[in-house]
């Protein structure tokens, strides 16, 4: 007799705690969530943003103050730690940009198939990834 193909589990209502540790996303799946995740974080940071761009085209003296507050630290903030969260802003903006494109994409050319939504998934993330690596080493001063 021939051996039987083990079934797959069927996941129709997802228990947060048991069921999501074990589920396997597809990368389009990761990347729509990633998307929504990186819109969220935007969303949240966005009195940080409106501050550094206000003390950044201000004048002189606050723009040098803002880039002190990347070396320094601002209050008892180190500056490591808000060149970490600026990091993270970077990467949320190429995610949502990159991923938006793709969602936009599709929307207009309805190409929509499995193997074309694998590709393009990975290739925003390969994008957003890159870019956020390049632009963080920036950030970082290695050049």
Known sequence: MPETAKKRPEFRNLNVFSDLPTYRWPLAALVSGMHRISGLLIFLLLPFIIWMFDTSVSSE???????????????????????????????????????????????????????????????????????????????????
């Open 61 to 143: 003296l606050s723009f040098n103050r803002f880039t002190s507050v990347f070396s320094e630290g601002a209050g008892f903030v180190p500056g490591w730690f808000i060149k970490l969260v600026v990091l993270a802003l970077i990467w949320a903006y190429l995610q949502h940009f990159i991923a938006g494109v793709r969602h936009i994409y599709f929307d207009i050319t309805h190409m929509t198939t499995k193997s074309r939504g694998r590709r393009t998934a990975a290739a925003t993330l390969i994008l957003a990834f890159g870019l956020t690596a390049i632009l963080g080493a920036k950030l970082f001063g290695l050049y």
